[in-house]
């Protein structure tokens, strides 16, 4: 990666801050497909900051499509003309754009779930599960478990047997999960916490609905779990327009 200079502080979250100084890097194609990005540790200390924000943002990158990820390799960047589209522009933070994301998502993986409690087997729950403890171990870590959420909706997309619902979820991209996109001022801490076990208590009732083949009650639980974050989304929307009144 060319040049050598940290990532300043404010304004902004430095994630995101990461976030587009690769895309740019990749899409000015200074950084080239194929090309291994720079090890965790080089980017800590060559940006100054914590392999917790430098993971926030390759995940970020992933779910984007600019990145592959390889066990046991790193991170490599990936053909920016692989994806055939993207629903939103990339890193779009506007409410209306994750309202709008979140009304297609209530669409489609309502019935994702469904179909997942039809036809998953032993081997399609594995994966659904494990996402679902990786959630629960990121929530301990004090994260926000972006990139786990997103492979939680993707394993349980995979256990369709249909390719096209995972498709769809990489076309989406990171603004599958809204909270990698809105970074919401208004919560404190504790807020936030309880805000994210009540997700993983849904997560969970999914999973056992899946898990017992109950298709009606899979669509019931993904149904309620996104329009709770779309109500909650909405509200703010709300907030946002009654305050510039």
Do not use: C, W
């Not at 053909?79 to 209306?96: E, K, M």
């Not at 898990?211 to 309620?224: L, N, S």
């Amino acid at each position: 990666m060319p040049g050598k200079s940290r990532i300043p502080s404010p304004p902004g979250n430095l994630a995101e801050q990461i976030v587009a100084r690769l895309s740019a890097d990749i899409r000015g194609g200074r950084l080239a497909p194929g090309a291994r990005l720079p090890t965790e540790q080089a980017l800590t200390s060559e940006l100054g900051v914590s392999r917790t924000v430098v993971r926030e943002a390759v995940a970020a990158l992933r779910a984007d499509g600019l990145v592959v990820t390889r066990r046991g390799s790193g991170a490599f960047v990936a053909d920016p003309a692989a994806g055939p589209f993207r629903i939103v522009p990339p890193r779009a933070t506007s409410l209306s754009d994750i309202l709008n994301v979140m009304e297609l998502r209530l669409a489609v993986e309502v019935q994702t779930a469904g179909l997942a409690a039809e036809r998953a087997g032993r081997k399609q729950l594995a994966p659904i599960r494990a996402a679902l403890r990786a959630i629960g171990d990121a929530l301990q870590r004090g994260e926000g478990a972006v990139a786990e959420d997103f492979a939680f909706h993707r394993a349980i997309a995979e256990a369709t047997g249909n390719d096209q619902f995972p498709r769809f979820l990489a076309y989406l991209g990171s603004h599958v999960i809204p909270r990698q996109s809105v970074r919401l001022e208004v919560d404190t801490p504790e807020e936030r916490r309880l805000y994210l076990e009540r997700i993983q208590v849904e997560h969970t009732r999914i999973v056992t609905a899946i898990a017992e083949g109950e298709p009606v009650e899979a669509r019931r639980a993904m149904r309620d779990h996104l329009t709770r974050s779309l109500e909650r989304y909405r509200k703010l929307a709300g907030g946002n327009r009654n305050g510039r009144r």
